[in-house]
Each structure stands twice: as structure tokens, then as C-alpha cells.
């Protein structure tokens, strides 16, 4: 699915969301570049129903193609933070080799608990778009009316 091959690729993919998901309300996405090959993304997509995907992105094209350096992914309806998906590594944690270092923080104790049952992070990567995966989770849960 990386048939991003340059920053601006990219760009106009985040700027244009709604167009490739119809379930996407509006977005608050921002890229900030640092570079003519690095940027930063952060901001908000929001959908129907009250709920929110937080994104926080470093990105890296100087190979000519997506490497995400770092992510952080929040998913809330309204006030209430359902879960969140990060990469700091738990090698503690045999349950999450499967996928490491990405996992996805759930409840209870959302903070210290992570989903452990595999796939604990099923689709995300470094070196592969995560947002088409988040915001087809985020779909499954709205109402059909509004997926």
C-alpha cells in the first residue's frame, strides 16, 4: 500500500482524507516540514458520532519512499480516550513480539494495559501508511448510517 514516494505524495493525501474516506467528518491534519524530505503531521480527523484519531507523525522520505520515524495515534469518543497505539518497545512483554514494537494501549488501566492478544498491533509499520488502517478500525464503529 506505500505508493507514496515523495513528501508531497503524501501531502496531499493527508489534505485530501475526506475524498478517499467518505466516514471522515473533517480533519485538522497538519504537515509541517522540516525538510524538503522530512515533516512532521499532527492534528485530529474527526468523524460522525463524536469520535476523534489524534495523529502525531515523523516522517521521512530521503529513500524515496514513507518511513515513519515515530507515531503516537489517540482514538476518543467524545471525552473519553478509548485507546491509543504507540511503538515504545515492552521486551518485557513476551505477548507482544508478534507485532513489536507497535502495540495498542486498551482498557482497563489504559495507561499500563496493552492489548496482548495477537495481533496485538496488527497493521502498523514504519514503512507503511497507518492512517488507512486507523480510520477503517474507527469506521467499524460508527453507526452504519454514518460509516
Request: net charge negative; glycine share 4%.
Amino acid at each position: 500500500m506505500n505508493h507514496f514516494q515523495s513528501l508531497r505524495n503524501y501531502e496531499d493525501f493527508i489534505y485530501d482524507l475526506s475524498s478517499y474516506y467518505p466516514a471522515v467528518v473533517t480533519s485538522t491534519l497538519v504537515v509541517v516540514r522540516r525538510s524538503a524530505k522530512q515533516a512532521t503531521i499532527v492534528g485530529e480527523v474527526v468523524f460522525a458520532d463524536a469520535y476523534r484519531l489524534a495523529v502525531s507523525e515523523i516522517v521521512d522520505f530521503a529513500e524515496g519512499r514513507l518511513v515513519i520515524g515515530r507515531y503516537g495515534y489517540e482514538v476518543w469518543h467524545g471525552k473519553e480516550k478509548l485507546y491509543w497505539y504507540d511503538p515504545q518497545p515492552h521486551p518485557d512483554i513476551p505477548e507482544l513480539a508478534s507485532t513489536h514494537p507497535h502495540h495498542k494501549h486498551i482498557p482497563p488501566d489504559i495507561k499500563h494495559h496493552r492489548a496482548q492478544r495477537a495481533p496485538a498491533a496488527p497493521s502498523l509499520s514504519f514503512t507503511q501508511p497507518n492512517l488507512p488502517f486507523l480510520i477503517q478500525e474507527i469506521e467499524q464503529r460508527l453507526p452504519p448510517s454514518t460509516a
